[in-house]
């Protein structure tokens, strides 16, 4: 907002890029997810909204990519978004963004397992999934937390990634006999 409590150039500017995310027009989409990402930060919150409040499948699938393009800055945004929406859809898409950006996430989503919400958790489990080999350290990592719930949720994750994340279990059953 400037001083007088209008929309700033960059407001007006996201809000337009965010619209043209339901183009009927595939590069003006494009188009849009690449402007998003160059504003990065600024526009997070407005995609989080854009993507609450979409109505089908295509506008939540380009405010997730833009999120997703947007990268690091929007990761903690994302989880604390999931972790207030209970929304099926909603968590769904923004895991698929989290598990988009990679590695810079998977701290982030493991340590959000903590969670009581065993839905949450089961969508932070897919982004991590989605992340595949880059998150498989860490998951074995957490294979001997103190914290049950961290403990059987990187389990459960790495068994859920089936080739990539079976050898760790296994490796590690072998280790506790």
């Known amino acids: 907002?400037?001083?007088?409590?209008?929309?700033?150039?960059?407001?007006?500017?996201i809000a337009g890029q965010i619209a043209a995310l339901a183009d009927p027009s595939v590069d003006?989409?494009?188009?849009?997810?690449?402007?998003?990402?160059?504003?990065?930060?600024?526009?997070?919150?407005?995609?989080?909204?854009?993507?609450?409040?979409?109505?089908?499948n295509d506008r939540r699938w380009y405010a997730a990519i833009a999120l997703s393009r947007i990268g690091e800055p929007a990761i903690g945004s994302l989880i604390t978004a999931m972790n207030g929406n209970p929304n099926k859809e909603?968590?769904?898409?923004?895991?698929?963004?989290?598990?988009?950006?990679?590695?810079p996430a998977v701290e982030p989503l493991i340590?959000?397992?903590k969670s009581d919400d065993p839905a949450l958790r089961g969508f932070l489990s897919q982004?991590?999934?989605r992340i595949g080999e880059?998150?498989?350290e860490s998951l074995r990592q957490r294979l001997d937390?103190?914290?049950?719930?961290?403990r059987a949720c990187a389990n459960l994750t790495?068994?859920?990634m089936g080739e990539t994340g079976l050898p760790v279990i296994i490796e590690n059953a072998k280790k506790e006999t």
């Open 1 to 13: 907002m400037d001083p007088a409590g209008g929309k700033t150039g960059t407001d007006t500017g």
């Open 28 to 56: 003006v989409r494009h188009r849009a997810v690449a402007a998003l990402r160059e504003i990065g930060e600024p526009a997070v919150a407005p995609l989080l909204q854009a993507l609450a409040g979409a109505t089908d």
């Open 90 to 103: 909603f968590r769904r898409y923004a895991a698929a963004a989290l598990g988009e950006i990679g590695r």
């Open 111 to 113: 340590l959000a397992m």
């Open 127 to 129: 982004a991590l999934c």
């Open 134 to 136: 880059p998150a498989v």
């Open 145 to 150: 937390d103190p914290d049950d719930l961290l």
């Open 158 to 160: 790495l068994w859920k």
